[in-house]
């Protein structure tokens, strides 16, 4: 998107379109909160900073073994604009190239004990484990639906993407009972003095709290509506970053994305109480992830994550502790 259609955004939003946008104003202010580096650089410099500079030519400058979990969303393989750049579309083997030249070079930023998350759709799945198994232990690949996803006459419509879970060794954070799910129970079970068997009954239904699986389909893409919404084209949920912290990560640890868009994973390990660090090309965006950062400091709402538990889509959260009703 042009500069001129964000512009252009800010003058025709309705009362209702909470998008998040920027003025000249507020581009100036938060501008100044960004940071380039010219030479290698310590932790201290770079954390819980955005860094407005291409990835490829700050990598050589960023510290060794700092990082604790890792999300990479890069560009997929096709040709689209993302403001002032864009991407070419390349062959399979061309594009796993590209993946390889950084990835290649991200391995010394790791923790021996770190997790990697790789974010693709189905074609750049092609591409993408023949470059992680060289350097990670490739675990698993999460398939969530992403429902914004356009029809087509003649082929399947294509609304789900991937993320890819690696870890660098066989010593890893996984924490299981941060990312259960609660979903609604259609034909709850009782046992024999007919007490809830494995579920609770809570005011705007019943529920069970399950082991998170590969198969994603609570998230919500943001829009126009929604508070964490911005212009970015391909901007991850908060909901979605948010499983793969807490799954992955512990309070205290610091969270990288070398492809930061419009800031959502430093955004959300800022409200999970981690550390973070960004790196994102492009100026407006860049300057959208220090506004979201600096809301954050108010409001930590994760849309679908309430009182330490995921929530299906279209549900009400309440409280397991505090709503129970009695039998």
């Given at each position: 998107m042009a500069m001129k259609k964000l512009n252009k955004l800010n003058k025709l939003k309705s009362p209702r379109n909470k998008?998040?946008?920027?003025?000249?104003?507020?581009?100036?202010k938060y501008s100044k909160r960004l940071i380039k580096l010219d030479n290698k650089t310590s932790l201290t410099e770079i954390i819980n900073k955005t860094i407005n500079q291409n990835l490829f030519d700050v990598l050589d400058f960023l510290p060794e073994k700092f990082v604790d979990l890792i999300v990479i969303d890069p560009p997929?393989?096709?040709?689209?604009?993302?403001?002032?750049?864009?991407?070419?579309?390349?062959?399979?083997?061309?594009?796993?190239e590209w993946i390889?030249?950084?990835?290649?070079?991200?391995?010394?930023?790791?923790?021996?004990?770190?997790?990697?998350?790789?974010?693709?759709?189905?074609?750049?799945?092609?591409?993408?484990?023949?470059v992680l198994e060289?350097?990670?232990?490739?675990?698993?690949?999460?398939?969530?639906?992403?429902?914004k996803g356009r029809g087509a006459k003649k082929n399947w419509k294509n609304n789900s993407e991937d993320i890819w879970f690696c870890t660098n060794s066989n010593k890893f954070t996984f924490n299981t009972d941060t990312v259960k799910l609660n979903r609604k129970v259609l034909a709850p079970y009782r046992d024999s003095n007919g007490k809830p068997k494995d579920w609770s009954s809570l005011?705007?239904?019943?529920?069970?709290?399950?082991?998170?699986?590969?198969?994603?389909?609570?998230?919500?893409?943001?829009?126009?509506s929604m508070a964490e919404n911005t212009p970015h084209p391909t901007q991850?949920?908060?909901?979605?970053?948010?499983k793969l912290i807490l799954a992955g990560s512990n309070k205290g640890d610091l969270v990288f994305d070398p492809f930061l868009g419009s800031g959502t994973s430093s955004v959300v390990a800022k409200k999970l109480e981690r550390k973070f660090v960004g790196i994102e090309l492009d100026k407006y965006y860049a300057c959208?992830?220090?506004k979201r950062l600096v809301e954050a400091e108010k409001n930590k709402t994760i849309q679908g994550y309430e009182f330490g538990v995921f929530w299906e889509r279209n549900t009400a959260p309440v409280s397991i502790k505090t709503q129970r009703k009695k039998h």
């Open positions: 998008t998040i946008t920027l003025s000249k104003s507020e581009i100036a997929y393989n096709l040709t689209k604009t993302f403001n002032s750049n864009s991407f070419k579309e390349r062959s399979v083997l061309e594009y796993a390889e030249s950084f990835i290649s070079k991200l391995k010394r930023i790791l923790k021996p004990t770190a997790s990697i998350y790789f974010c693709g759709d189905w074609h750049t799945s092609i591409s993408i484990p023949l060289k350097y990670f232990i490739v675990r698993n690949r999460i398939t969530w639906e992403r429902e005011k705007n239904g019943d529920y069970r709290l399950t082991f998170p699986s590969n198969i994603w389909n609570d998230i919500s893409v943001p829009f126009w991850k949920p908060e909901k979605l970053i948010a959208i992830a220090e």
